[in-house]
């Protein structure tokens, strides 16, 4: 039995602080790009490599500036570079790219890890005790 976890994940992190994890097809860069395509409301997307494993997709198909800040994209990538602009819109993560050039999903694994990152970055009213008050 192997342990080797699939790379078929990948992570859309919505300006809203909403996620999805969604399937990343096998192969072929027309199933990857329709996929971004579909996740980023766009039809051109540009690649940023955070890291060697980690690529984040972000809509290029028109001026994204009037878009709404994405927190929590901007703080991963500041967590692997040093940060020098702030991304804007809906972006997809992905694994980095094999040898052959072709973009890598996710693994549960690291879905998981990006997740908790986001859960951290985003703000979170946690409510106060209620009591009952009696008359």
């Known amino acids: ?41 766009s039809r051109a997307v540009d690649g940023i490599d955070i890291s060697p494993t980690l690529t984040m997709w972000l809509n290029n198909a028109e001026p994204n500036a009037d878009a709404p800040v994405n927190r929590a994209a901007t703080i991963l990538y500041a967590l692997h570079r040093e940060p020098h602009q702030h991304y804007h819109g809906t972006v997809v993560i992905t694994g980095g790219a094999d040898p052959q050039g072709e973009t890598r999903g996710l693994t549960k694994d690291e879905v998981a890890a990006l997740v908790e990152i986001h859960l951290m970055s985003i703000p979170v009213t946690v409510p106060g005790q209620r009591d009952r008050r009696h008359s």
Do not use: V
């Open 1 to 41: 039995m192997t342990t080797e976890q699939k790379n078929n994940h990948a992570l859309i992190l919505r300006t809203n602080g909403e996620f999805e994890i969604i399937d990343w097809p096998a192969t072929g860069a027309r199933g990857h790009l329709e996929t971004l395509y579909r996740a980023t409301d």
